[in-house]
């Protein structure tokens, strides 16, 4: 734990930072604080030292870790936090965690995922130091029916949480995917268990993976056409470790507003569902069918309308929605 502190206290800081100021604060020795200091700078991070000024962080180095995290989070959020540098799904592990008892609000986020996972079966591609993937546990006093929903809050929630660190605000094809100019930055894949006499829900479990600093050519070719980056579309360089403090502190948000905020977040969604006014294909129990996004109906459906005008109602869990704009 002791580099973390560390390279909380550099990063937080303007300029140098005394050896002894380090050591002071985290009640080790110098020769400690030495040690961590070389291990970051094994780890990739430039830092500059100097008699009797101290250490300094020089530039910025993109990590996505527990110091980063700790630079910018309260250290007592921190301890229900996990960070890894690799995982086959953030969802699996954190579930492991939710089944020994892990409490609402447990964070895990990874570097990397090598089984990443999304809806229908789907693979999520995860690759080393270009995304934030991030999966944190609710128990909601809330039966499964109550909770159809929560996917669409999500995807609300990080709406704010990318406008809130880069600046740019993304549109939501509906149901779970954030889109930028017509290509897919971010999915989210929601999971519960339920008990199996009362059938309430012991946790739910919401996964967001967002592309930040891929370019086009990280994507495997038989995706590129479909997925970009945060940076890809806006030409700058994004801040993981601020990306994933803002997703932490909406999601911290979001299950401080289930369920009485329901109309706030049903607003945001209708506003920025990028599937209304266009036509659509979704496939329904094998059949493929073409339908009119019309609204979003006061329970995040989606309310089409088909070519011989006759109006319906989709739910997420019955249909895939497919674009004919581009992002499919």
Known sequence: MTKNEVIAILRKSEGYVSGEEISQTLGISRAAVNSAV?????????ILSSTNRGYKLNGYTDKLNTGELLALLPARRLESVVCLETVDSTNNYLRTLAQNGAPDGQTVISNMQT??????GRSFFSPENKG???????????????TSSITAWVAVAMCNAVESACGVR???????DLVMNGRKICGILTEMSLENETAHIQYLITGIGINANHSETDFPEDIRH??????AETGRK???AGLAQAMILELDRLRADWPHEKQKYLAAYRRDCITLGKEVHFVQNGAEFIAFAKDIDDFFGLVIRFPDGRSGVLTSGEVSVRGLYGYV
């Open 226 to 231: 479909i997925a970009s980056s945060i940076a």
């Open 132 to 146: 934030v993937y991030l999966s944190m546990l609710m128990r909601p006093e809330s039966l499964p029916a109550e």
């Open 170 to 176: 993304p549109g939501i094809k509906w149901v779970n």
């Open 38 to 46: 070389k291990s970051l700078r094994r780890d990739g991070y430039d």
């Open 238 to 240: 994004i801040n993981r």
């Open 115 to 120: 089984g990443g996972r999304g809806r229908l």
